[in-house]
């Protein structure tokens, strides 16, 4: 290739052509994802994306219609990574908390994406398959199917709420603020409040405060697996026939 001919020095410098990539659903979702991994959902938004991309804003309309389709394309992007089971009505307690448990990790690696679930219904691809496998898994257990269509709102509300307290957690740890020594001056707090007014705060102040957030969330697991349990053995139990 010949050289470029010479210019003045005074001239302003060519620039050298940065190659966009080519625009699509997925580069665009890769490209939030990024943003969103550093930044946080707050700082999702067209065109700090289309920056992201080196294009503008008005390029990606045509493959993703706003910001509240980018962020639903982006809570399912992360629900991907679920493995799902053949439901064993032998196992479903313990299959039950696995998927429950993937779920979490896997909007934990989103920031805290988990907050745009509250308040709506996940329906992308990968969250009806998670949610066809989780219902599944507690039919085949014998739940009933109305406590089976309820508790996946339930166990999703949990999940999200933990998973977006996992964040804020990670961001106060980020920005150089110790989780622990807030927890630390709760239970001094609760320990220091006249027993003869909270004597059950003042008494428990010690293990509210123990256990760490995967201890705490199969703490919570465990609590609604043993209650659609509960609704199982209650489901299957023989009626009392009439005189």
Same mark, same amino acid.
């Given at each position: ?26 580069? @665009? #979702? ?13 700082? =999702? ?18 493959? #993703? ?7 639903? /394309? ?6 991907? *990574? @679920?493995?799902? #089971? !053949? ?15 993937? *779920? ?8 805290? @994406?988990?907050?745009?679930? /509250?308040?709506? =219904? ?9 949610? !066809? ?14 406590? =089976?269509?309820?508790?996946? +709102? ?5 999940? *999200?709420?933990?998973?977006?307290? +996992? ?10 603020? $110790? ?8 239970? $001094?707090?609760?320990? *220091? ?10 008494? /428990? ?17 465990? /609590? ?20």
């Amino acid at each position: 290739m010949a050289a470029p001919d010479p210019e003045p020095p005074w001239w302003t410098p060519r620039k050298t052509a940065v190659p966009r990539r080519a625009l699509s659903r997925e580069a @665009i #979702v890769a490209a939030a994802l990024a943003v969103l991994r550093t930044e946080g959902m707050d700082a =999702v938004s067209m065109r700090r994306v289309a920056s992201e991309l080196g294009t503008g804003p008005a390029s990606l309309y045509a493959h #993703v219609a706003n910001k509240d389709e980018l962020l639903e /394309l982006l809570y399912d992007e992360l629900l991907a *990574s @679920i493995p799902v #089971v !053949e439901p064993d009505a032998a196992r479903w307690r313990e299959q039950s908390i696995e998927l429950w448990t993937a *779920s979490r990790d896997a909007l934990a690696r989103g920031g805290d @994406i988990a907050r745009f679930s /509250l308040g709506r =219904v996940p329906m992308g691809p990968n969250a009806l398959r998670v949610a !066809e496998s989780f219902m599944a898994i507690l039919r085949i257990g014998g739940v009933p199917d109305q406590a =089976v269509a309820w508790a996946v +709102d339930v166990v999703g509300m949990y999940v *999200s709420a933990s998973a977006v307290e +996992d964040a804020i957690t990670a961001d106060l740890a980020a920005a150089g603020r $110790d989780p622990g020594a807030y927890y630390g001056q709760v239970h $001094d707090y609760f320990a *220091s409040l006249p027993a003869e007014r909270f004597p059950t705060i003042a008494a /428990l102040a010690k293990p509210m405060m123990t256990g760490d957030g995967d201890e705490r969330f199969r703490f919570g697991l465990e /609590l609604l697996v043993e209650g659609l349990a509960a609704l199982v053995r209650t489901s299957a139990a023989p009626r009392p026939t009439s005189p």
